[in-house]
């Protein structure tokens, strides 16, 4: 049964109990919709656990791994980027295996650089001392192939829920932060960015817990 939180507390509360049980090491899927405030909220979550835990919290952030432009553009995918096609899955789950085995002293992840809107590969470490590691991404929960093949990874699953009237504002500004017109704006989000939310609203599997920041 999916739980509903508003508190940041309350996750901080639920992943220290998942910390806590069978000696392993645990994943925690944030998933939302573009605009959502997934990594803000994946951020604070890091924040609040890691001066509890110091050293022992991390982040994969899902947008590591974009295909580049090039790949992109060959596909004739570019104006769709961030739409779930455009992403490395395979990549994703490797990265996950490798660190749910635990074999490794360190494991490098990419990282995806907003300001260069490319991938950074081997640009963040996740030592094997991490025990929990916090997975964010739109689709990490989508129903459909080859998505739905994380699954078995995510111990706790999140869906961050705002409305729809919120995500618009929210990736209009970002956007306008990127210098774009308004034209280009519209027409970014409305051929890309609100499908592509309206795609992780409806086709997402049921999270443990559905959580609105107040």
Request: net charge negative; aromatic share 8%.
């Amino acid at each position: 049964m999916t739980r509903k939180f508003d508190r940041l507390s309350d996750l901080v509360t639920k992943a220290q109990d998942a910390m806590g049980k069978g000696g392993k090491r645990i994943f925690l899927a944030i998933v939302g919709a573009p605009g959502s405030g997934k990594s803000t909220t994946a951020e604070a979550l890091f924040e609040a656990l890691n001066a509890l835990h110091p050293g022992k919290i991390a982040i994969l952030p899902m947008d590591g791994f974009h295909f580049d432009d090039a790949v992109l553009r060959a596909m004739d995918r570019l104006p769709w980027k961030g739409a779930p096609d455009t992403f490395d899955v395979g990549g994703l789950r490797s990265i996950l295996q490798r660190l749910k085995d635990g074999e490794e002293e360190t494991v490098a992840v990419p990282v995806f650089d907003r300001e260069l809107e490319i991938s950074r590969g081997s640009a963040r470490i996740i030592p094997a001392e991490v025990e929990l590691i916090i997975v964010e991404g739109n689709y990490l929960l989508l129903d459909q192939s080859p998505w739905n093949s994380l699954a078995p990874y995510f111990d706790l699953t999140v869906f961050v829920d705002v409305l729809e009237e919120e995500l618009r504002s929210r990736l209009y500004a970002r956007w306008q932060g990127f210098g774009l017109s308004g034209e280009e704006i519209t027409r970014k989000l409305e051929s890309n960015d609100l499908p592509n939310g309206h795609l992780v609203i409806a086709k997402s599997r049921k999270a443990d817990i559905r959580y609105r920041a107040t």
